[in-house]
């Protein structure tokens, strides 16, 4: 299936993952939509895209997942050229502390759930009518293999990726007789990130 020129939002755009898949779907031609909270990041990631793919269309939004009256506007607020989001990549994420669960802080709770878990069904909520009015789409979220097997110190985020996993299958089962795919991965640790360095 061809990529090229379909419309690609990712979220946590700036760093790691969501960085390393603007790339890819750079190299095929997308036009792209990267968000995240670090303008400047991002800016770096949109010249260093086009220095190497010097056609591809790039759009930034520099905004936290968890601005829900932005995030539900987007779909009319977005340029023309990148309204019809296609292919919506739910990458934004974060994990906070080491503490064993009896000495969670309940503002890392909060935090953690608010961008894992509710900003990505925010996101979903927004463009999914429109996949679903023009016959086409794909949600992809972005899990971890913490949301299969939980692990000592980690009860924040091992809960919200599994919660991640659990929402994308309801979502598969709610999309089913539509043309929208919606995929789960589970990636393990990835090596020297801005998000492992933050955690740990």
């Known amino acids: 299936m061809s990529l090229a020129d379909k419309v690609v939002l990712i979220t946590g755009a700036s760093s790691g993952i969501g960085e390393s898949t603007a790339w890819r779907f750079a190299e095929e031609g997308s036009r792209i939509v990267l968000v995240g909270r670090r303008a400047d990041r991002l800016q770096k990631v949109k010249d260093e895209l086009i220095s190497e793919y010097p056609e591809v269309k790039i759009h930034l939004e520099a905004m936290d997942v968890t601005d829900y009256d932005r995030v539900a506007a987007l779909p009319t607020t977005?340029?023309?050229?990148?309204?019809?989001?296609?292919?919506?990549?739910?990458?934004?994420?974060?994990?906070?502390?080491?503490?064993?669960?009896?000495?969670?802080?309940?503002?890392?709770?909060?935090?953690?759930?608010?961008?894992?878990?509710?900003?990505?069904?925010?996101?979903?909520?927004?463009?999914?009518?429109?996949m679903k009015a023009r016959g086409a789409g794909h949600i992809i979220n972005m899990g971890s293999i913490a949301g299969r097997i939980s692990h000592a110190n980690a009860s924040l985020y091992c809960a919200s990726k599994f919660a991640v996993e659990s929402y994308t299958v309801c979502s598969r089962h709610d999309l089913k007789g539509t043309p929208i795919r919606v995929t789960h991965l589970a990636p393990g640790m990835v090596g020297n990130t801005e998000f492992s360095n933050v955690r740990f």
């Open 78 to 130: 977005l340029p023309d050229d990148f309204k019809d989001v296609e292919i919506l990549v739910n990458n934004a994420g974060l994990a906070l502390g080491l503490n064993p669960v009896h000495e969670n802080k309940m503002e890392d709770v909060k935090k953690v759930i608010d961008t894992n878990v509710t900003g990505l069904i925010a996101f979903t909520t927004a463009f999914t009518p429109g």
